[in-house]
Structures are given as C-alpha cells and as structure tokens.
C-alpha cells in the first residue's frame, strides 16, 4: 500500500476532513497532493500528521523499506510492551542506536514508560534502591510527557524515606480535576460529596470555583451563602443568573428575584 493511501485511510479511520488534519501547519493542497502520490511528504510534515493520526511514522512508511537502522528493534520493543513485557521491552530499546530522527520520538516515549513500569513493579515489590534508579531512568525522558512525569513523581512519594512535600511543590494542581469532580457530583444531587471535593481546591478565587460552590450551598439550601458565591461569577457564567433568581425568592426577596428574571431576557 502506498504512503499517500495508507494516510487516506488513516484519516478517514481518525473521522478527520483534510482541513481538521491539516490544521494551521500543512496546505490542504499539500495534503491532497500526498494523498493522491503526486507529492511526497518531508520527515517533518510526515511527524506532524502521524502525531495528529495517534500512529508512529515508520507505519506510514513501505514496509519493504528500511527507514531506520533500528527499525526491526522498535517493533520488538513496541510488541514486547503491547504483552506487558516490560523487561523484554527495556532490552531492545537499551540497544537502540542513535541518531535516529524517524523513531527518536517513539524511543523516548517507550524507554520513560518503561522506567516507570518497571519502577511501580520494583516499589510494590518492597524494592526501594531499585525503584528509585529506575525513576531516575524515567526522569531522563519523563520531563517531555506531563501524564509520565506526573506518574514518575507519584511513584517517588511511595518510596520510604521520600521528601513528600518537595514531591508535592512539582506536581501539577489537582484543581480542575478536582473541580469536574464536584461537578459530577451535583448533577447527581450529592451535594455534600461536592462540598468536599471543593473544599480541597486551593484556588477558591476562580469564578468557576465560586459557581460550582454557589451551586452547592443552592442544593443544600443555603441561599444567602450561595448567592454570595453566584455574584462573584455572575458576570463570567451566564447560568447564574436563574440560579440567583431561584436564590432571591427562595429566601423571599422578590424584588432581587425580579432584576435577575429581567437579566435573562
């Protein structure tokens, strides 16, 4: 199968038109061209497009061609973690051979991933010295990979004797997770699980903190707190305009509940 067609089919698999696959990097002209074999992409437009497609480059590549010295070991590599073998894995890509500008990338991704593995198996298995080279091992490529990185540094806090507060000053904040979070949980009706997960926000000055708080104290009746709350974000968030109308004659102030009636029209 030629390049132009397997990229074809790899978008149309992905449900992307050429211009969403093109983006603001690549003429869809170009792509058209490449599609159809009138044109051949270089490295770096090939990188961009596998990137976006979710798939390494040599897959795009003639298999009957050779486009890397370490070809034939990546695929090891690549299989051995596909069955979880992961010291298998380590092995072949302990032997990759640089430069490499085709599979470099792919390279370091597997060989952080792998560390990391290998370290969370060496960790549970009351090993610490070896978990802890090994995260030293995954740091060398992690940095790249914010989802590695912060998996590297949540395995380091659970190793004896580890600094957790210094683990914690690196860690991204759990903000917005916690946030969805809290989400979630009010359009279950759970209010107190909500309350909870928003007590452990440490920005509580963002609007979005103060609607999903205002939300909250509204579902557990607390009107006067959560109108205060819905203030705050009533400028940023639209929807708290009915919420604070609800707020306004829950608590019998229907002159207030009338202003925020005449802002939705």
Request: glycine share 4%; with cysteine.
């Amino acid at each position: 199968m030629e390049l132009g067609e397997k990229l074809r089919l790899a978008r149309q698999e992905a449900g992307l038109s050429q211009r969403q696959l093109c983006g603001d990097t690549i003429t869809r002209n170009m792509l058209s061209q490449i599609e159809h074999g009138a044109a051949r992409p270089s490295m770096d437009t090939l990188r961009i497009l596998a990137h976006r497609l979710g798939k390494p480059v040599s897959w795009f590549l003639e298999e009957d061609v050779v486009v890397s010295q370490n070809q034939e070991r990546m695929a090891r590599a690549r299989e051995a973690y596909r069955l979880g073998e992961i010291a298998a894995a380590r092995q072949q890509l302990a032997a990759f051979q640089q430069p490499d500008e085709t599979l470099e990338w792919e390279w370091r991704y597997l060989s952080g991933i792998t560390a990391l593995h290998a370290a969370q198996e060496a960790a549970a298995d009351g090993k610490p010295l070896l978990a802890r080279q090994l995260l030293e091992d995954a740091a060398r490529f992690s940095a790249a990979f914010a989802g590695m990185e912060r998996q590297r540094l949540l395995c380091l806090g659970l190793i004896p004797g580890t600094d957790s507060a210094a683990i914690v000053q690196q860690l991204p904040s759990l903000d917005e997770e916690l946030m969805l979070r809290a989400e979630a949980a009010l359009t279950k009706a759970e209010p107190e699980r909500a309350a909870a997960l928003l007590l452990s926000v440490e920005n509580r000055e963002s609007f979005r903190w103060n609607l999903l708080q205002g939300k909250t104290l509204l579902q557990k009746k607390q009107y006067v707190q959560a109108a205060e709350c819905l203030q705050r974000a009533e400028n940023v968030y639209p929807e708290t305009l009915s919420l604070l109308e609800e707020c306004y004659r829950e608590l019998g102030d229907f002159r207030r509940a009338y202003q925020y009636a005449c802002k939705q029209r």
